[in-house]
């Protein structure tokens, strides 16, 4: 019998084909979308494989593919999208965001363009001063050098996953308490129920191609709740032509992280908040 990993993982599966196929077995490889009622297996392609876990012969645990540094500014800019604020600004390859928000995210530069470095901080640094707010910067793993000792005001861990077209639609089959304020492109949706759970999801574009599904806790009465709500919000995502869904998880937030491995998500990069200063930063 095989012993499955968790849902999100890495793997190679060979299985039997249909009776009569040349060669008899084939292998597939990417990450585990789903294993009822049939085992999906998304390649980095793109496609899904799918056959029934009766016809399974083996299977094993890959290392995650490198990654590269254009996937994480292509996942921060669809973020970025997701959490506008209520002003932004274009400046040398930041991306500027205000808000009546005391959340970081939406008070925060961060550096989607290639071109971005730290020459724009002076500019960055006014840009907020006009607007009586902390200059601050959001900068994701490997898109700007930080310098030594440069202590943070806040991080977080963006963990992702894959998407299958046949996510558990839980709002539906399930869960009927989860109501929607549904929205596309850009514009948040809340997944809430009568107890007070909120999580807050986006479904918006990288310059990639990837569609992506963002996922937010903004504040619950108990874990297992949102959970549940996050469970219907992926099939929400899914059944919009999202892809992969990606979550914000605060450091200091174990709880949520613990919630997520279950869910098949995995950690893809993290991302530090630092208040702006004019001076001491090398670019990448």
Avoid: C
């Amino acid at each position: 019998m095989v012993s499955w990993p968790g849902l999100g993982t890495r793997v190679t599966v060979r299985y039997r084909r249909p009776a009569g196929s040349v060669p008899p077995l084939t292998d597939a490889v990417g990450h585990l979308l789903a294993l009822d009622p049939m085992v999906r297996v998304r390649t980095k392609t793109g496609a899904v494989a799918e056959f029934a876990a009766a016809d399974v012969v083996g299977l094993r645990v890959l290392s995650e593919a490198p990654l590269r540094t254009s996937h994480i500014r292509a996942l921060e800019h669809a973020a970025a999208v997701a959490w506008p604020g209520i002003e932004q600004a274009w400046l040398d390859g930041w991306l500027l965001r205000s808000g009546n928000s005391a959340a970081f995210t939406a008070n925060s530069a961060v550096p989607l363009d290639i071109s971005a470095n730290a020459d724009a901080i002076p500019s960055i640094i006014a840009w907020y001063a006009r607007r009586n707010l902390t200059p601050r910067l959001a900068i994701p793993d490997r898109l700007l050098q930080l310098p030594a000792g440069l202590r943070d005001d806040g991080s977080e861990q963006v963990l992702v996953r894959d998407l299958s077209e046949a996510e558990p639609d839980l709002d539906n089959q399930r869960d009927a308490s989860v109501t929607y304020a549904a929205v596309v492109d850009g514009e948040l949706v809340f997944g809430a129920r009568p107890d007070a759970t909120v999580t807050a999801a986006a479904v918006t574009d990288a310059p990639d191609g990837t569609r992506w599904l963002g996922l937010w806790a903004l504040g619950a009465t108990d874990e297992t709740s949102v959970g549940r709500v996050r469970e219907a919000l992926l099939a929400w995502g899914a059944r919009r032509g999202a892809t992969r869904a990606y979550l914000r998880v605060a450091d200091h937030d174990s709880g949520t992280a613990a919630l997520a491995q279950p869910l098949g998500f995995r950690l893809h990069h993290r991302r530090r908040y630092f208040t702006a200063r004019p001076a001491g930063w090398d670019t990448v």
